[in-house]
């Protein structure tokens, strides 16, 4: 399969997540919610590595890349998770899933001030019109 059969797969995916979330979490809080979700992930995680054998891969990782991820984790799946299911269980999914969606915005900006990425010209007018799109959902 090629990159684009999967970015494709991904935006099924990320689409249609919003949507069983906001279901579930109809008369679960979100912190609730938010463990039930990693509980099952993080057991298909443990299947798929012990049926994969790829757990001597993760015993090899060095300490600052375990760093690295667990801080990614605690910032996208902890937090990150649980503002959003908190967002989608009072908002709406198609206010919330757009608003969202805006954080290669922020990624651009870290990256740019963290890494000293270069911000070419389209990247600055894209960045201008996703923080527009973000004013113009929340206005309306």
Do not use: D
Not at 39 to 66: D, Y
């Amino acid at each position: 399969m090629t990159w684009f059969t999967f970015a494709l797969a991904t935006a099924f995916f990320w689409g249609t997540a919003p949507i069983l979330a906001k279901l579930g979490l109809a008369r679960v809080e979100p912190l609730t919610a938010l463990s039930i979700r990693t509980f099952g992930v993080a057991v298909a995680l443990a299947a798929i590595n012990l049926l994969g054998g790829t757990l001597p891969k993760i015993r090899a990782v060095e300490p600052r890349a375990w760093a690295f991820l667990l801080a990614e984790g605690a910032m996208a799946s902890l937090l990150g998770h649980y503002a959003y299911f908190y967002a989608l269980k009072f908002g709406k999914a198609s206010s919330v899933v757009p608003v969202t969606a805006a954080y290669p915005l922020v990624a651009a900006l870290v990256g740019w001030m963290v890494l000293h990425e270069h911000l070419s010209p389209g990247k600055i007018a894209g960045g201008l019109l996703v923080a527009l799109g973000v004013i113009l959902i929340k206005q309306f």
